[in-house]
């Protein structure tokens, strides 16, 4: 089934490191899950997360060899850049995709525990804003919230998001909250470890968009 | 001085014909138009409308004889098409290019024609409003209507788009609103031709987004 969640993370290794080859070719497969929130609003934000994936993979690809885990993209930036890092690069690209990653998270996380609107049990509304509200509320300006806001009303019901990421296939809700639960176990454990990578190099920046 | 102004859109010859190689050729320098509003929120906008001109231009060059003029390319596309056109290639792409081209004519001839909010007389959101009311509105679902109202909140002051159309450099106001009249004179032509080729051919659609 699930076109998101048939494509499992690899588990971390007990270092940590991130594959950045392996890394890149999970979270190709995410930005589609915007297309499954069923509306052409969503095209600029999977166009954004796009644009990450692309300048991760043109640094690796400038040398797989050097760039071969995430922790090393962000040493060697951090040397080559000078002052100007952490807001440039490849750095700045995970930086940003790390929190559309959080967000895609705690929304499936939030689905998977059962959370809901019992008064709209059929609206998704409240876990995209518990997401939004955790991972990027804080790092948008007051007109990009609003434009949230916005862009909320636009957002699927609980039943065809769920039919979205099963590919459209007739599966039972169980099975793919299941499939999610699975899914949300290496995906989480990664990006923690990126949040804690930023955090440990003082790569974070709270500037607002 | 101005980036967008100074590059003149071709008269239009006696027979109304538009050239697509002239056409392209201009209608390349306007995108950076959404620069002079400021923010990134009109990156999608300015997206859009990349992807309009790229798409039409795709269809140039694939035969630059058969599709000479912007006429030939929907007579063509009709043919080619059936019952899908309009709906497709680049008559779909020129027919929503127009639209942004609307926009921007009526907001620069609100402001050539020194309409204002005389309560705000350094606000431009009269005249976006304006422009999108009259070009957009009808072709936008509540939800993006929505988006713009919020988007609206990030439009430069008159003194900064002015500025900016002049590149930054120091010009008089009086002198950046003659140069608009004379590049309105072209570029208006231009559109309404367009607009009446859309009407003549029945091309126009009027679905939302
Ligand atoms: C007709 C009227 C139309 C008016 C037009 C209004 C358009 C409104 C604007 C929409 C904004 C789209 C979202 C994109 C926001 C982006 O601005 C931010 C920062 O984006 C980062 O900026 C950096 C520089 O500061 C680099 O360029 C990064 O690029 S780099 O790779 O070059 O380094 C880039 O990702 N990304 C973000 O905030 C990330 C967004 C992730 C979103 C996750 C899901 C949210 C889901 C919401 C569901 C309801
Ligand atoms: C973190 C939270 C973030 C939430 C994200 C929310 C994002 C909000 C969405 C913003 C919308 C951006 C504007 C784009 C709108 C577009 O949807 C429409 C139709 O776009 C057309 O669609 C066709 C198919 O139907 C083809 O694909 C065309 O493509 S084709 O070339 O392939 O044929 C394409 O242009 N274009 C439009 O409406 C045109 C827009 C022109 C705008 C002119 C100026 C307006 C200025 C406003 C100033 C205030």
Redesign the interface.
């Known amino acids: 089934m699930a076109l998101l969640l048939d494509q499992q993370f690899a588990p971390l290794p007990d270092t940590n490191e991130i594959a950045t080859k392996t890394f890149l070719e999970s979270v190709a497969h995410l930005p589609p899950f915007f297309d499954c929130l069923g509306?052409?609003?969503f095209?600029?934000i999977k166009?954004d997360i796009n644009g990450n994936i692309t300048k991760i993979k043109a640094v690796y690809d400038s040398d797989p060899v050097k760039y071969e885990t995430l922790q090393q993209i962000l040493l060697i930036e951090k040397s080559i850049y000078g002052s100007e890092w952490p807001k440039v690069g490849a750095t700045l690209a995970l930086m940003w995709l790390k929190r559309g990653l959080r967000f895609i998270q705690i929304l499936l996380q939030s689905l998977a525990d059962g959370e809901r609107d019992e008064d709209n049990p059929n609206l998704i509304r409240i876990n995209i804003t518990k997401a939004y509200d955790q991972a990027l509320k804080r790092y948008h300006g007051?007109?990009?919230q609003?434009?949230f806001?916005?862009?909320l009303?636009?957002a699927p019901c609980r039943s065809d998001f769920l039919k979205a990421l099963s590919k459209d296939q007739e599966v039972a809700e169980e099975d793919c909250l299941a499939k999610m639960r699975q899914f949300l176990i290496n995906f989480t454990a990664t990006v923690d470890a990126i949040y804690d990578m930023y955090s440990i190099m003082n790569a974070e920046l709270d500037y607002l968009?």
């Open positions: 509306s052409k609003v095209a600029p166009a007051w007109i990009v609003k434009v806001k916005a862009a009303f636009a968009v």
